[in-house]
């Protein structure tokens, strides 16, 4: 077998053997990475123990992988060019030996805090190069990082450090966000005083702004501290298994889970996923635009692309700012090859004047990706045209922060590549498609509920200190299977087509936020009694939040003024990614007799179709629904 799969024969043979002989397949895959110890015992575990582990007696460290071992070949070749907010802004760029000493400096800086192995370290930053270089410092040292999107508010930061008990927090002082400013640091402050593991701070200084508090007990300047420090640091071998990360996200109940990924299997999957999906070759500049605060920004700006030994761009700023215009300036400025976003940012800058695109040269670029919620044919075809010349493919990813890396996805120039269709499973990924009673749908064309039935390399672990969670979570729906919480359909070759959660979890711009989450912070208003969320179709965002708010008798409030005030409660519990976009007030929630909440019902209304709301007359209060539709204008 190839390593490498460079055509339609070689991945039809990895995904076979990846299948049939999966010890074997994954063994010989093994061997294209650099283990301290190479790994003997491949797979173990399944899905009704749970006891899964990878690689399991093998030693190493990722960042050898991302780093050290390119050192050699591409020391000087370029790792990472950093794009600030403005267009103004210093530009930076590492090679592959800047980069490996700088990480080794923000490693001895962790060390001189007193981290170690296994101890904690929380990210609260904006898209600084000292994001990238602390994730992975803590790789290097064995710490285990858990980065919290700067958009979380002081509340969902602290609840997060507290989960998994973070020692030391690294934030700026404030961060660029387009035209406006965010007090990072002040807000880290605000999350502390409810936290009682965190020693030390350290601030990168982003704004300078003189406004910014500093405790000098316990915030330190990261600057200062990297400049002072060593350039070298020996990584600390880890076995596979050893914790890499823990990255929280919402599901269909409760607080988020903080999903912990392990070091040999994440490795692998990272490093095998990108390679195959993106083919790049040596001279190829690739730009994924998320954010490091989320898996994609773990998998594929961090660990994927290093690992890879690719050159990429890192960005601070958003797509709008200074206009419109700036992801096409940037592509043309760097001559990117591999362009990697998000459906609502495409579908937003497709609002946009095509001035903004055509004033600039796109001819660099070699392959598109999609990633985070469906691609909508109208926002494909404009990316294909538009962006792409007609020339590009463009990989339709599906995964999520549980699988590690890609699941489902074209290879570019590998496998056909169709509107809305994210296509064949990767090797080693079995899908399978159940109906809601979790009767395999053999049919070769079915629609159903997506489980995965074998385990994957790149697979989390656990719910960091709650295994009982992960195994309710994923596995008890369909026992024995990994359930998604995706609908899917397959065609009559066997592609897949991702239709979106089946659960109670919403898409809002790819941002994935919980239903039960935005309720308990609507929840917190004194004048609301019940709240029900639900995600209905938006033109830009994929998905829109829409509330329905039960308030107390008597409660008189204006709706601008209720929605003003909802807004600060889920800024304060969530932060402004969770505001509902459109708010209705009822005096009651459908029922099903035994007191749940009829969400089927609220969806249709939300979206505005109410031709067939199938049966309510089994509900506790079916005048309820006539009322909600005239509500909401039907
Ligand atoms: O519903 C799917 C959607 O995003 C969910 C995972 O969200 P998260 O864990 O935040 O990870 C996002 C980045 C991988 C999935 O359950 N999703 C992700 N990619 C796609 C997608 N839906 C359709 N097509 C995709 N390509």
């Excluded at 601008?560 to 007030?585: R, S, Y």
């Amino acid at each position: 077998m190839n390593q490498n799969i460079s055509s339609r024969d070689d991945y039809e043979e990895h995904y076979t053997l990846s299948t049939t002989e999966p010890e074997k397949y994954w063994a010989q895959i093994a061997k294209s990475y650099d283990w301290k110890k190479e790994p003997q015992k491949i797979i173990q575990g399944d899905f009704n123990d749970l006891e899964i582990k990878w690689f399991e007696d093998g030693q190493l460290n990722i960042t050898y992988n991302c780093l050290d071992r390119h050192l050699e070949k591409r020391g000087n070749k370029t790792a990472v060019m950093w794009e600030g907010n403005s267009p103004d802004d210093e530009h930076l760029s590492y090679t592959y030996n800047e980069l490996h000493r700088e990480v080794c400096r923000f490693a001895n800086v962790l060390k001189d805090q007193g981290i170690k192995k296994w101890d904690r370290v929380v990210f609260y930053m904006s898209m600084v190069p000292e994001l990238l270089t602390g994730v992975l410092a803590c790789a290097r040292i064995g710490a285990v990082h858990s980065v919290v999107f700067g958009g979380f508010s002081a509340q969902a930061l602290a609840g997060r450090i507290q989960d998994c008990e973070a020692k030391l927090v690294v934030t700026n002082d404030e961060a660029y966000r387009g035209a406006k400013t965010i007090g990072l640091k002040e807000i880290t402050d605000e999350a502390l005083k409810s936290c009682t593991t965190v020693d030390k701070v350290l601030v990168r200084k982003r704004t300078h702004a003189s406004h910014v508090n500093y405790d000098s007990t316990r915030d330190l300047d990261l600057l200062e501290l990297l400049s002072q420090a060593d350039d070298q640091c020996e990584p600390e071998w880890m076995n596979a298994e050893d914790p890499l990360f823990i990255l929280y996200t919402s599901g269909s109940t409760g607080t988020p889970k903080g999903l912990l990924h392990t070091t040999g299997g994440y490795m692998v999957w990272a490093g095998q996923t990108f390679k195959n999906v993106f083919q790049m070759e040596e001279d190829d500049i690739y730009w994924c635009t998320a954010d490091i605060g989320w898996i994609t920004g773990h998998s594929y700006i961090a660990y994927g692309p290093l690992i890879n030994g690719a050159s990429s761009v890192i960005f601070e700023g958003i797509p709008t700012y200074p206009d419109a215009g700036r992801f096409w300036e940037i592509v043309e400025k760097y001559k990117i090859t591999h362009f990697y976003t998000a459906p609502t940012a495409i579908r937003a800058l497709q609002a946009c004047d095509l001035k903004f695109v055509k004033d600039h040269d796109l001819s660099s670029l070699k392959v598109l990706g999609s990633v985070g919620e469906p691609i909508n044919e109208e926002a494909w075809q404009w990316y294909h045209k538009e962006i792409g010349n007609e020339k590009c493919p463009i990989v339709d990813t599906w995964w999520q922060t549980e699988t590690g890396g890609f699941m489902i996805s074209p290879m570019a120039g590998i496998t056909e590549c169709i509107p809305s269709y994210a296509t064949y499973p990767q090797p080693g990924i079995l899908p399978q498609l159940v109906d809601n009673e979790g009767v395999q749908l053999e049919d070769k064309t079915a629609e159903g509920n997506l489980c995965i039935t074998q385990p994957w390399p790149g697979m989390a672990r656990t719910i960091w200190g709650n295994h009982e969670r992960y195994r309710q979570t994923y596995f008890t729906t369909y026992p024995g299977k990994y359930f998604t919480g995706d609908g899917a359909k397959r065609d009559e070759k066997s592609r897949y087509r991702i239709t979106g959660r089946v659960d109670d979890v919403m898409n809002i711009s790819g941002h994935r936020i919980g239903t039960a989450e935005v309720e308990e912070a609507i929840n917190e208003h004194p004048f609301v009694v019940e709240s029900a969320v639900v995600g209905y179709p938006h033109d830009i965002k994929g998905q829109g939040i829409y509330a329905y708010i039960n308030l107390n008798e008597g409660a008189e409030i204006e709706l601008d003024k209720l929605k003003t005030e909802i807004n600060e409660f889920i800024i304060k519990v969530i932060g402004p990614i969770a505001k509902p976009d459109q708010v209705q007030i009822v005096s009651g929630l459908p029922k099903t007799r035994s007191g749940k909440i009829m969400r089927r019902i609220l969806r249709k209304v939300a979206s505005k179709d109410v031709s067939n709301l199938g049966d309510i007359s089994t509900l506790l209060n079916p005048e309820v629904v006539d009322e909600i539709k005239k509500g909401a204008g039907l």
